[in-house]
């Protein structure tokens, strides 16, 4: 070990040579400039002494000013210069895959290095880190499952938990667990950074630790509510019985597809009618909820964007939509236009969660002169990426957020209305570089009505991974841990997560981890998705359920474009060949889409077949890694002819299929024109239109299980699977003998509910011999 250690010491002192260089050359002096520049670099010293000092320091800052990319350096460089370089092992987490990417990049050229020299990241599916990388961005989720095998993190002398204002699940969840480790850590630093000024409540957690804040500058920026953009941009009211096909149908799918002249019509009544509605703006609800942006439609965005080209000085715009179909469908619309889409004079690009890093770097390029770059994107860009040359903002004013249902235990995803801060942020977005304008698609009234913080995500999603992990981790009660968090969740959703975990056999009544359990939480996707891989595993039926469940922690490879939804749900539904089932629809279209591939001719296919290329290729990559995990397991035995040796068998994969599903079961009625379904908790449902069953008049099964209900005005059904009365006998439930009875238990109540009388009777007969065989 003093051998090592003198090889360590050389290399602290190579680096240290390697970045004086750096910093001489032309580039690097640059760089050097651009970072000393940053409103970070003025606090470096004062930061660095409070970080020693202490084991815990909150750093709160403007988006911007130099948190991500900055501080984990200026730890680095320290102990670098410090010569303890060698034994510094420093961890910055990331809740978006995308940061810790973007963000490890930029670190590695403000050191002129590559990735994997001495910083890296790593996130699910990628990863470059090399032998010598002191600073780790991974995301937050990959620092968990890390804290599975390794409790105390040995070796790592900082962890930086970055963007905690934003109060993700991972986050809060990760605090928790810090806070139990620090004492037996006394030498781990932890660093927590912040965009927004209400840090308090993170200092207070951990018992009053010290607080930094950066002081930043911003130039003014001059915001625009809808009022303002209506007269701007020079729309006149047209009373509505004057205009031809504007109709009583308020729809927002359908308003898209009518001219232009009707919709303006429309967005400006409504607007007169909000305003109208003022005096009682104080009164949030009703604001708000008669307020719809949706029906704004793409079409005023176009006009503010046009308003910019034509008028405006030269920067970068930056839109903020609700979702990744909204900016999709709304970049096609550009680019039909004649001034938008000439990329001679717009270059439009997106950024999302969810796209390729190739595709991310382009954001980051400064577009050529007379070039207008327009950047289409998520909630992602309030404040984990900086683009620097915005100077105009365009904010809907939604977020598609997920909401949790306790009471029904029914999750929902809604587009919702942002918060006051997140409307800061999204402006102050225009004004990094010089003064800039934000467009507010929504009437001052309403933002008005905002709240002024998010609930926390630990406060409204299903809580079942989070509890497996708890337990996985040895943690103890989860309701007693979960009542450790800065905010606890409700009981009832901590308890329906718990009851859920023991109805799959996650969790045995006592509340242990069973053996299901741990494999389940060695998978880093839900709970569901990890039981249908490992039993696709033990029944041999491996390849389509990996594509399965791929498909679904990826996204829907079917594009259902609305100006030829019909289209695209027929060529969906030859997919589904009277099997009545979304997913094996989905392993279909891949395998059909692999051959193609083999033959060239995969763009192709996914043309004439209405499906996504990328998601297609996300889904083979995740596949890949869902296979190595399986096979680390040691569920997959080496020979494909024995793990898919039942991989033809659609009657297989549909059992397996509800295992994994269960309890998401509802009972089939068919009725004369049509199918009643029901739910034992939410009554009757429906099925999305773009669910292969959605287009069925009858359904020749009993029952469907299905992937996910989302409540949005009824509760709907996405993605279903039919399966025969003895699939789900045998299938749903637990597998362990012990338990039998709890099932049993669980299944006759399904049943009685459902009223099948000589199912329950069957279904007796089973119990009764299936305890004969346990006792036996
Ligand atoms: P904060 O974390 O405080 O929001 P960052 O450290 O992310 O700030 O960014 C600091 C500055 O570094 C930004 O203002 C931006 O100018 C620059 N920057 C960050 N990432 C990139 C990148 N990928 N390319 C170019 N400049 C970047
Ligand atoms: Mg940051």
Redesign the pocket.
């Known amino acids: 070990s003093a051998v090592m250690e003198k090889i360590l010491r050389r290399r602290s002192l190579q680096l240290l040579d390697q970045q004086q260089a750096w910093k001489e050359s032309e580039e690097g002096e640059k760089m050097q400039r651009f970072r000393k520049s940053?409103p970070?670099y003025k606090e470096r010293d004062a930061l660095l002494k409070t970080i020693s000092r202490n084991q815990v320091v909150v750093i709160t800052?403007?988006?911007?000013?130099?948190?991500?990319?900055?501080i984990p350096q200026y730890i680095l460089e320290a102990e670098i210069e410090a010569g303890c370089g060698s034994n510094c092992r420093i961890i910055c987490t990331q809740p978006r895959r995308i940061s810790a990417m973007?963000?490890s990049?930029?670190v590695a050229a403000e050191r002129g290095e590559n990735l994997g020299e001495s910083v890296g990241y790593r996130v699910r599916l990628e990863g470059i880190k090399g032998r010598d990388t002191r600073l780790l961005f991974c995301t937050t989720g990959i620092l968990l499952r890390r804290l599975l095998v390794d409790r105390n993190l040995k070796g790592v002398s900082h962890v930086i938990v970055d963007e905690i204002h934003e109060r993700g699940m991972n986050e809060d969840f990760l605090l928790i667990v810090l806070k139990e480790l620090l004492p037996r850590r006394p030498e781990l630093r932890l660093i927590l950074?912040s965009?927004t000024l209400n840090a308090d409540q993170f200092s207070s957690y951990f018992g009053g630790v010290p607080m930094v804040h950066i002081p930043g500058f911003t130039y003014p920026v001059r915001t625009y509510f809808l009022e303002d953009i209506l007269e701007m941009t020079g729309y006149r009211l047209t009373p509505s019985n004057q205009t031809d096909d504007y109709g009583q149908d308020k729809s927002w799918k359908k308003q898209t597809l009518r001219k232009r002249k009707s919709q303006i019509a429309f967005v400006v009544e409504d607007a007169l009618e909000v305003a109208n509605l003022k005096e009682y703006s104080s009164q949030t609800q009703n604001s708000l909820s008669c307020w719809n942006p949706d029906s704004i439609g793409f079409n005023l965005i176009e006009n503010v964007l046009c308003h910019l080209c034509n008028n405006e000085k030269p920067g970068a715009v930056l839109v903020f939509m609700t979702g990744w179909d909204d900016i999709n469908s709304l970049k096609d619309q550009l680019q039909a236009h004649p001034l938008l889409g000439d990329p001679s004079r717009v270059l439009l690009l997106v950024c999302h969660g969810s796209m390729a890093s190739s595709e991310q770097r382009l954001i980051?390029d400064k577009p050529e002169d007379g070039v207008r770059k327009i950047v289409l994107s998520t909630n992602i860009a309030e404040?984990s990426i900086?683009i620097?040359d915005v100077v105009f903002v365009i904010d809907c004013g939604k977020a598609k957020e997920t909401s949790y249902d306790a009471l029904n235990n029914t999750p929902c995803l809604l587009p919702s209305w942002i918060s006051k801060a997140a409307a800061g942020q999204r402006r102050g977005r225009a004004g990094?570089v010089q003064p800039g304008e934000c467009f507010c698609l929504y009437p001052k009234c309403v933002y008005d009505a905002f709240a002024d913080n998010q609930l926390p995500e630990l406060l409204r999603t299903p809580l079942q991974s989070i509890c497996l992990q708890i337990k996985s981790l040895k943690l103890g009660s989860i309701s007693d841990f979960l009542s450790r968090a800065l905010q606890s969740p409700k009981l009832l959703s901590v308890q329906n997560a718990i009851e859920y975990l023991k109805i799959i056999g996650a969790l045995d009544e006592e509340e242990k981890l069973t053996i299901l359990g741990r494999h389940l939480s060695m998978l880093p996707v839900e709970p569901k998705l990890g039981k249908m891989l490992i039993m696709g595993a033990i029944f041999n039926c491996l390849d389509p359920i990996l594509t399965v469940v791929a498909g679904l922690s990826v996204r829907d490879p079917f594009l259902m474009p609305i100006d030829k939804k019909d289209l695209a749900e027929q060529a969906k539904s030859q997919f589904a060949a009277r099997d009545y089932s979304d997913h094996l629809a989905i392993i279909r279209a891949y395998e059909g889409w692999k051959d193609a591939e083999r033959e060239q001719s995969g763009y192709d296919y996914c043309w004439k077949n209405f499906l996504s290329a990328p998601t297609l290729k996300a889904i083979d990559s995740l596949r890949k890694e869902f296979f190595s995990l399986l096979k680390d397991i040691g569920l997959v035995d080496d020979d494909p002819n024995v793990y898919n040796g039942w991989s033809n068998d659609g009657d297989l994969i549909r059992a397996v299929i509800c295992t994994g599903l269960y309890p998401g079961i509802c009972s089939v009625v068919n009725k004369e024109t049509s199918i009643s379904l029901k739910t034992m908790e939410d009554g009757r449902v429906l099925l999305y239109s773009n669910s292969v069953n959605g287009r069925e008049s009858n359904i020749p099964y009993p029952w469907l299980v299905f992937n996910e209900k989302i409540k949005v005005n009824s509760v709907f059904l996405r993605d279903s699977t039919a399966i025969s009365d003895s699939v789900l006998l045998l299938f749903g439930g637990k597998f362990s003998c012990g338990e039998v009875d709890g099932h049993l238990k669980m299944l006759g109540g399904y049943l009685e509910f459902f009223m099948k009388p000589s199912l329950a009777e069957t279904y007796m007969n089973l119990k009764r011999e299936l305890e004969q065989l346990i006792q036996s």
């Open positions: 940053l970070s800052g403007e988006t911007g000013c130099g948190k991500t990319t900055q973007a963000v990049e930029r950074m965009a980051f404040t900086t620097d990094r």
